[in-house]
């Protein structure tokens, strides 16, 4: 079978620099089917951020990081190796937003299956605040902290991964890859000092439990509902399509015999726009617009004028109405949907959020399916309100902050400052519900 015409060029191309450049190069060689394959699904998955992403400012440069990533793709000895490139050029941009999944067979070679770091069981991470923090080493696998870094700062912030940055989103992927093989860590201790560190992964056959959510990682639970006497606590783990609304309903109208609701987003990423108006539209007490900015506002009427869009999604109270006071619980992860709907809430619909500041992760999601399998995610459509203000990279700020800090995560450790944590967000919302107006 003829090799595809990009792939004659490529090769063409490299002969044609080889033969000019003579000895002064040595590394210059006609392209492999698999090396001219990796390049072309290294381009469906940058150019629709090129295409329609709108969150660029003036720190990302995503032409010069195509052309700084991709001159690397070639020369990848392994199919982990170009997924970790991929992987590193998306996490530059340091959007929790972003996310890429690629089916676990395509980091493996000669059909031997990856296992991830997170696999290891006594490796452990803790989202502290949206950022990752190493709170548990496997025997004798410590680092050794730096001069100057006090005794109980021994939880390092999981800083890089094989030289990439850590996003919440996308660290999966790099923690993945051949077993037993190593993996390099840079570690950011307190006192801003950066160590290099590294571990090797799993042996091969290792039962799989690659979540970095720690804390907030739901399990696979959509939603479950709590007991924390005197009032009803609805936990809500993801909007996406799977979240039966007729179940929530359920819940809502059982508390609206109650004396108030809690509800808890904190591990809720986001999911589907349609679910959370449907959740929120059960507290609004009158209709409201929210403004969505398309990437590409203008286009051409068949090429005789250009048309310029101004799209709205409005929202109407859903019947019954839940009037009773409303206390929404967020945290660093609440992400994207679970956004919006908390901060409609807070505004619209009288709710105190109570927690810590969200994501900042405003925009619609746009899904991209590559040649490989794999999936892209990414916001392309701004969401703002009437007054032009949206939530990306500030989130939704809340009436009652409750943090779980570095400093209580060095003063209590792992289990105990989330014990206490939780503690201080009951406590938190007791008193909100106390003091809330009744209607």
Not at 68 to 97: I, K, N
Not at 242 to 268: C, F, P, T, W, Y
Not at 321 to 336: E, I, Q, W
Not at 385 to 401: A, C, E, F, I, Y
Request: glycine share 8%; with cysteine.
């Amino acid at each position: 079978m003829p090799a595809p015409r990009s792939c004659r060029r490529r090769a063409a191309i490299a002969i044609l620099c080889a033969a000019l450049l003579g000895s002064a190069c040595t590394g210059l060689a006609g392209l492999t089917h698999d090396e001219s394959e990796r390049l072309d699904t290294f381009d469906a998955y940058w150019q629709p951020l090129a295409d329609d992403y709108p969150m660029f400012g003036r720190q990302v440069d995503w032409d010069e990081l195509r052309q700084r990533y991709r001159g690397a793709v070639p020369f990848a000895r392994a199919p982990d190796e170009f997924y970790h490139l991929l992987t590193g050029m998306l996490s530059e941009l340091a959007d929790p937003h972003v996310s890429f999944t690629v089916p676990a067979e395509r980091f493996a070679a000669d059909g031997t299956a990856p296992t991830s770091l997170l696999d290891e069981p006594a490796f452990r991470v803790l989202p502290i605040e949206g950022r990752l923090h190493v709170v548990q080493w496997p025997a004798g696998a410590a680092p050794t902290p730096p001069e100057g870094v006090p005794d109980e700062a021994i939880y390092p912030e999981l800083w890089r991964v094989e030289g990439f940055p850590v996003v919440l989103s996308l660290v999966g992927n790099l923690l993945l890859g051949p077993p037993d093989a190593p993996v390099e860590l840079q570690l950011r201790w307190r006192n801003g000092v950066v160590t290099r560190h590294v571990m090797r992964r799993p042996p091969a056959g290792t039962k799989r439990r690659t979540s970095p959510l720690g804390h907030l990682d739901a399990q696979g639970l959509l939603w479950e509902a709590r007991t924390y006497a005197p009032f009803p606590w609805l936990a809500i783990h993801t909007l996406d399509d799977e979240l039966d609304m007729a179940q929530i309903d359920e819940r809502i109208d059982a508390a609206s015999n109650g004396d108030a609701l809690v509800l808890d987003l904190r591990s809720n990423l986001g999911g589907r726009w349609l679910r959370a108006q449907q959740l929120v539209e059960r507290f609004l007490p009158e209709p409201i617009d929210l403004v969505l900015v398309p990437a590409h506002p203008t286009s051409t009427w068949f090429g005789l004028f250009d048309v310029e869009m101004f799209v709205r999604s409005e929202w109407h109270p859903r019947p019954p109405r839940f009037t009773r006071p409303l206390v929404v619980l967020t945290s660093a992860l609440t992400g994207s949907a679970a956004e919006h709907a908390a901060r409609v809430l807070q505004r619209h619909a009288g709710a105190l959020v109570v927690g810590e500041r969200t994501a900042g992760a405003e925009a619609a999601i746009q899904e991209v399916h590559g040649p490989d399998g794999g999936v892209l995610r990414f916001g392309s459509m701004r969401i703002v309100d009437r007054t032009g203000v949206g939530l990306q990279s500030g989130g939704v700020v809340p009436d009652v902050s409750v943090r779980l800090s570095l400093d209580d995560l060095e003063r209590l450790g792992p289990e105990g400052s989330v014990a206490d944590w939780e503690r201080r967000l009951r406590a938190a919302a007791a008193s909100a519900i106390r003091t809330a107006p009744r209607p």
